[in-house]
């Protein structure tokens, strides 16, 4: 099949530009085959990555029609689908019937300055993965005894965080960095986790404290799921950092900051109410409850512009699911419970006997 390959190309000093090039192609050729091709065939300058047999290397990411991948991964036949399946209208499936060839756009990855073509500069995502300390930490492993042994169990809560293979589609793609460049990244808070998990590291409350500072750690990430939909080996950064925000939840109460309370105080409302009183909700998390004299004056202005467009209600209403809402809670709190103590009496050595 023949197919048109639409690459964004870009020099540091240049604007950039759209160049096209068309190939015959198998529906199974992969994308970086493509690239490949176009550089042996028709343009020497063109400038990807790729570090081929090396297993999966994650090196060849880009953005193919607009989603962070793998160029080897992904193959012609199977993009092309995936593009018709999301065009949103019938006029816009006419217009691709119509089209002579079908298209393919390939672009460097997002949140990273461009060096040149589709190869970017990779500093900051390095930089972020070096903040979190991502090695256990050697501060009890003074001359060991014996080795650092884990049992089958404690080495399953690493397999998920260990198939990151560090490719970048995640932090090309996250919401939260592009608008706050202190946010770690979702590939760094993934790794992040890999180390709370890891029965070897000595330093889990420290790590957790340097993970909860405001937005730059877990409290940065929007839950907007694009790095789980996106990362090539299934590590999905989104349910890390959900775990991590739960260790810390279980160590921290209301008042330690306001984020905390946010989260704490979501949870009290809807297990009481099945939805969010709102009158509530920001009384007990900007105003903490009547303690923050300055939340409750910032509060002041949107609660007045509320009653005089009648906007505030006087009542609120449970919603008719809110008992069982609450029993779900419950009966998973009491799990979650249940299992941390199974674990604990598992960890716990047996008396020896006089």
Not at 134 to 148: D, G, N
């Amino acid at each position: 099949m023949q197919v048109l390959f639409k690459v964004i190309r870009q020099d540091q000093t240049a604007a950039p530009r759209v160049e096209t090039f068309t190939l015959d192609v198998d529906p199974g050729s992969t994308i970086l085959d493509c690239l490949n091709r176009i550089k042996w065939e028709q343009d020497g300058t063109l400038a990807y990555r790729k570090n081929c047999r090396n297993t999966i290397c994650g090196s060849c990411s880009i953005r193919i029609n607009g989603r962070s991948a793998l160029a080897c991964k992904e193959n012609v036949g199977s993009e092309l689908a995936r593009v018709q399946q999301s065009l949103p209208s019938q006029a816009d499936e006419t217009a691709q019937h119509n089209a002579e060839i079908p298209t393919i756009t390939l672009a460097p990855m997002g949140n990273m300055p461009v060096i040149k073509d589709l190869v970017v500069d990779m500093q900051s995502f390095w930089s972020n993965l070096k903040a979190i300390d991502p090695y256990v930490s050697t501060a009890a492993r003074q001359i060991p005894e014996r080795e650092f042994l884990q049992t089958p169990e404690e080495r399953a809560k690493l397999n998920q965080t260990g198939n990151c293979i560090l490719c970048g589609a995640c932090y090309s793609e996250c919401n939260a960095y592009e608008v706050n460049p202190n946010f770690v990244g979702p590939h760094a808070l993934a790794k992040a986790y890999r180390m709370v998990a890891d029965s070897r590291d000595d330093q889990t409350e420290a790590r957790l404290e340097k993970y909860n500072q405001g937005t730059d750690g877990v409290w940065g990430c929007t839950r907007c799921y694009f790095c789980n939909s996106v990362c090539p080996m299934e590590v999905a950064p989104l349910d890390q950092i959900s775990k991590i925000k739960g260790e810390i939840l279980d160590r921290k109460g209301a008042q330690s900051s306001r984020i905390i309370r946010h989260r704490k105080t979501l949870i009290e409302l809807v297990k009481q109410g099945g939805w969010i009183d709102e009158r509530l909700f920001g009384l007990k998390v900007v105003g903490n409850s009547f303690r923050d004299l300055k939340g409750l004056a910032s509060l002041s202005p949107l609660g007045l512009r509320m009653i005089v467009k009648g906007k505030f209600p006087l009542g609120f209403e449970p919603s008719e699911g809110a008992s069982t809402v609450r029993s779900l809670i419950e009966s998973v709190q009491v799990l979650e419970a249940s299992q941390v103590q199974l674990e604990t009496l598992a960890e716990t050595p047996e008396p020896v006997g006089g």
